[in-house]
């Protein structure tokens, strides 16, 4: 298995400097700073954004493999992933994070779908990186 790389650089002071964000492979890389982490409306991205989407594809397609291995063919399935920052003590976490999907898969019933979304938010490899975090579920079968 591949080992993945992404980098981060990062110029002045922490309030008026800023930096930028590269992904090994080449598919991403902008800007970050203060503000965009800490205060709503600023066009760059942050840590916590690029976790998020890191767990809403994991958990996307740990559940698209567990329905695919089952026989399912999911038509569509769509995650969002809110990721709360908050001050705790004198240091920031990560204390939530709250998976949303919404699925389109013929043929199978709820309890059956709840019980495949449950499994791969528990053992994708982003949750299990992130076991430290509350992570929640709302999984709806449309």
């Given at each position: 298995?591949?080992?993945?790389?992404?980098?981060?650089?990062?110029?002045?002071?922490?309030?008026?400097?800023?930096?930028r964000l590269k992904l090994g492979s080449g598919a991403f890389q902008g800007p970050?700073?203060?503000?965009?982490?800490?205060?709503?409306?600023?066009?760059?991205?942050?840590?916590?954004?690029?976790?998020?989407?890191?767990?809403?594809?994991?958990?996307?397609?740990?559940?698209?493999?567990?329905?695919?291995?089952?026989?399912?063919?999911?038509?569509?399935?769509?995650?969002?992933?809110?990721?709360?920052?908050?001050?705790?003590?004198?240091?920031?976490?990560?204390?939530?994070?709250?998976?949303?999907?919404?699925?389109?898969?013929?043929?199978?019933?709820?309890?059956?779908?709840?019980?495949?979304a449950t499994d791969a938010k528990q053992n994708c490899p982003v949750s299990k990186?992130?076991?430290?975090?509350?992570?929640g579920l709302t999984a709806r079968l449309r």
């Amino acid at each position: 298995m591949p080992t993945r790389k992404a980098e981060a650089e990062w110029k002045g002071n922490l309030a008026e400097g800023g930096g930028r964000l590269k992904l090994g492979s080449g598919a991403f890389q902008g800007p970050y700073s203060f503000k965009s982490r800490f205060e709503e409306g600023e066009s760059a991205t942050n840590p916590e954004e690029l976790i998020g989407a890191a767990h809403a594809g994991c958990f996307t397609m740990a559940l698209t493999a567990q329905l695919s291995r089952a026989g399912h063919k999911p038509t569509r399935i769509h995650t969002t992933a809110q990721v709360k920052l908050e001050k705790v003590g004198d240091a920031f976490s990560i204390t939530k994070i709250d998976l949303e999907t919404d699925a389109e898969i013929p043929g199978i019933d709820d309890a059956a779908f709840q019980k495949f979304a449950t499994d791969a938010k528990q053992n994708c490899p982003v949750s299990k990186a992130l076991a430290g975090t509350e992570i929640g579920l709302t999984a709806r079968l449309r």
